[in-house]
């Protein structure tokens, strides 16, 4: 019994394998591809900002600023893990002597027959739970850096304006201006 639920457990965790496996790998390509939507967005939204940001300048002062550019750090995406469960919630490994197969061979085959279904389910909602986390965590990433860039612009304003007490107040009427408008 025991190296019966042995083999079942290997075999279920080689059938998953192989049927999603190219599953996975085609959520690969879709999460680059939410990925590079996502980026794209967000690349649009900071060079308006930075775009605002130079022409409020440049209206303010006269000076031309030359833009700094965004760099993004894409995060890496992986093929998600299978899992099965034990075929039985205890050993039987001690027991195996006293229940032969010939005698509880169809209980056995009826019961793992019973878990497929459940096997399969589980693991496709962990499939797509984990992609789902898994572009969830970069989308946010790729916010995140694009917050950083747009904070550490503003912060080099401030500094820059704190140095300049005669065009300070221009340069504080934008910067405001590019608060309201984030």
Known sequence: LAEQA???????????????????QEAISLATDLMDRAEDRLRR??????????????EATGLTVSPATWTV???????IPVA???TFMMSWEMLSW???MWLIGGMFR???????PWEVEKNLTR????????V????????????????????????????????ASAFQVAIRLLEEAV
């Open 6 to 24: 042995r083999h079942y457990e290997a075999w279920m965790k080689d059938r998953l394998d192989l049927e999603l496996t190219p599953l996975s």
């Open 45 to 58: 939204v900071v060079e308006a900002v930075r775009d605002r940001l130079s022409r409020n300048i440049h």
């Open 73 to 79: 750090e894409r995060p890496s995406v992986v093929s």
């Open 84 to 86: 099965v469960s034990r």
């Open 98 to 100: 006293l229940l032969p």
């Open 110 to 116: 009826r019961h793992v027959i019973e878990r497929v």
């Open 127 to 134: 499939l797509v739970g984990d992609w789902a986390e898994t």
């Open 136 to 167: 969830d965590a970069a989308v946010t990433n790729l916010r995140h850096q694009a917050e950083v860039w747009m904070d550490t612009e503003l912060s080099t304003l401030d500094r820059l304006v704190a140095k300049q007490s005669p065009e």
